[in-house]
Antibody, heavy 118, light 109 residues
Framework: EVQLVESGGGLVQPGGSLRLSCAAS????????MRWARQAPGKGLEWVAD????????YHVDSVKGRFTISRDNAKNSLYLQMNSLRAEDTAVYYC???????????WGQGTMVTVSS | QSALTQPPSASGSPGQSVTISCTGT?????????VSWYQKHPGKAPKLMIY???KRPSGVPDRFSGSKSGNTASLTVSGLQAEDEADYYC?????????FGTGTKVTVL
């Protein structure tokens, strides 16, 4: 079964760090662009970052540039999101997703909750 | 990177049709043929319903259709069913970035 499973979320203080992981199964991660997106409580979906198959291209939304970094380890079939200098407005459910084609993502994980609060 | 504009809500009776608009700019919706639509139920993962403006992924009913004119894309759900009640989000490529819409809650009356 093709599946993505996120982990690593939790409660963190403002200014703190977290590393999210996304484990892929049922397909070869190295063949796909991957994405992180998020949804804050009561809000809409927001694109966070994309990464190319070999990690040579990475793109981040302006609001997280310099604080978050998307990465991957194809040998471990895993995608990551390193989040530093966290702010209250980063509180959200974070999803990883696999690209079908041209900015369309067909496989999504169930999400992991990140809460930034003192 | 401003969110694309969608109406907050839309509704229809079972069997009827509902159309949701998604308005952007020439830098996103109007500039590319890369508009997608996602269905999201509370507490669930987003589900891709339409990609590249009007293509349906395998398994998505043909009751769902997409189109685009200028800077505005649209999703039409025909023959509304109870399970179609959900939030719907458009998304567009924006030149190395991506942007989602504000979301539309579809209610089946």
């Amino acid at each position: 079964e093709v599946q993505l499973v996120e982990s690593g979320g939790g409660l963190v203080q403002p200014g703190g760090s977290l590393r999210l992981s996304c484990a892929a199964s049922g397909f070869t991660l190295s063949s796909y662009w991957m994405r992180w997106a998020r949804q804050a409580p009561g809000k809409g979906l927001e694109w966070v970052a994309d990464i190319k198959q070999d990690g040579s291209e990475k793109y981040h939304v302006d609001s997280v540039k310099g604080r978050f970094t998307i990465s991957r380890d194809n040998a471990k079939n895993s995608l990551y999101l390193q989040m530093n200098s966290l702010r209250a407005e980063d509180t959200a459910v974070y999803y990883c997703a696999r690209r079908l084609s041209s900015d369309a993502f067909d496989i999504w994980g169930q999400g992991t909750m990140v809460t930034v609060s003192s | 990177q401003s969110a694309l504009t969608q109406p907050p809500s839309a509704s229809g009776s079972p069997g009827q049709s509902v159309t949701i608009s998604c308005t952007g700019t020439s830098s996103d919706v109007g500039g590319y043929k890369y508009v997608s639509w996602y269905q999201k139920h509370p507490g669930k993962a987003p589900k891709l319903m339409i990609y590249e403006v009007s293509k349906r992924p395998s398994g998505v009913p043909d009751r769902f259709s997409g189109s685009k004119s200028g800077n505005t894309a649209s999703l039409t759900v025909s023959g509304l069913q109870a399970e179609d009640e959900a939030d719907y989000y458009c998304s567009s490529y924006a030149g190395s970035n991506s942007v989602f819409g504000t979301g539309t809650k579809v209610t089946v009356l």
